[in-house]
């Protein structure tokens, strides 16, 4: 266990709509970062977040957007979904701005329909 | 654009066997190159890691090779068990910045 939880741990929904995922990073870590998980992309990095401010952006598409609050957990709003949006999405966490080593979480499955 | 190629995309192999995966990266940048273990419905875990300057390192039975000139580095499983079928991802680093993955390499060693 990495001491990352993410829920829900499964998510179908319907194209158009709109979901948030939620992370909690291992305890006194202040990274978050998001990545998704398809078949024909591989592990991809979405973004990044430190103590609450936006650090790093990858091939994030522009519906989706997250947050980082006091607390250091974080939300990923997936909105105007596609079909193609169905796949794993991943949190890490580790302690610090540039840590080497990242935990991850167990994952939210999501299926668009 | 793919900066860190991965092969082979799977193998299998007998309990006791060697299990290579190689990698290769493109971006001299990178500093930091990490080997990650995923199982399935489990997120990726960190299995062992190697910087640019060593060009072997060895935890257990998991050897990482790495050949700077070349830009490439591979994973080598030594007495493969059963236990350890499960998809591999070499990844790239920079600075502490965030992770490239390889595509993956979905290993199945059979009994």
């Known amino acids: 266990d990495s001491g990352v939880t993410q829920t829900p741990k499964h998510l179908i929904t319907a194209t158009g709509q709109r979901v948030t995922l939620r992370c909690s990073p291992r305890?006194?870590?202040?990274?978050v970062y998001w990545y998704q998980q398809s078949l024909d992309q591989g592990l991809q990095f979405l973004i990044q977040?430190?103590?609450?401010?936006?650090?790093a952006k990858g091939n994030i598409l522009e519906r989706f957007s997250a947050q980082q609050f006091p607390d250091l957990h974080s939300e990923l709003n997936l909105s105007s979904l596609e079909l193609g949006d169905s796949a794993l999405y991943f949190c890490?966490?580790?302690?610090?701005?540039?840590?080497?080593?990242?935990?991850f979480g167990p994952g939210t499955r999501l299926l668009v329909l | 654009q793919q900066q860190v190629k991965q092969s082979p995309q799977s193998l299998i192999v007998q309990k006791g066997g060697i299990s290579i995966i190689n990698c290769a990266y493109e971006?001299?940048?990178?500093?930091?190159f990490p080997w990650y273990q995923q199982f399935p419905g489990k997120g990726p875990a960190l299995l062992i890691a190697?910087?640019?300057?060593?060009s072997e390192k060895k935890e257990g039975r998991f050897t990482i090779s790495f050949n700077k000139s070349a830009k490439q580095f591979s994973l080598h499983i030594m007495d493969s068990q059963p236990g350890d079928s499960a998809t591999y991802f070499c990844?790239?680093?920079?600075?502490?910045?965030?992770?490239?993955f390889g595509g993956g390499t979905r290993v199945l060693v059979k009994p």
């Open positions: 890490a966490s580790s302690p610090t701005l540039h840590a080497e080593t990242q935990y």
């Open positions: 971006n001299t940048a990178f500093d930091y």
């Open positions: 190697i910087r640019p300057d060593v």
């Open positions: 977040y430190y103590n609450g401010e936006e650090r």
């Open positions: 305890s006194g870590d202040l990274s």
């Open positions: 990844a790239a680093q920079a600075a502490g910045n965030k992770l490239t």
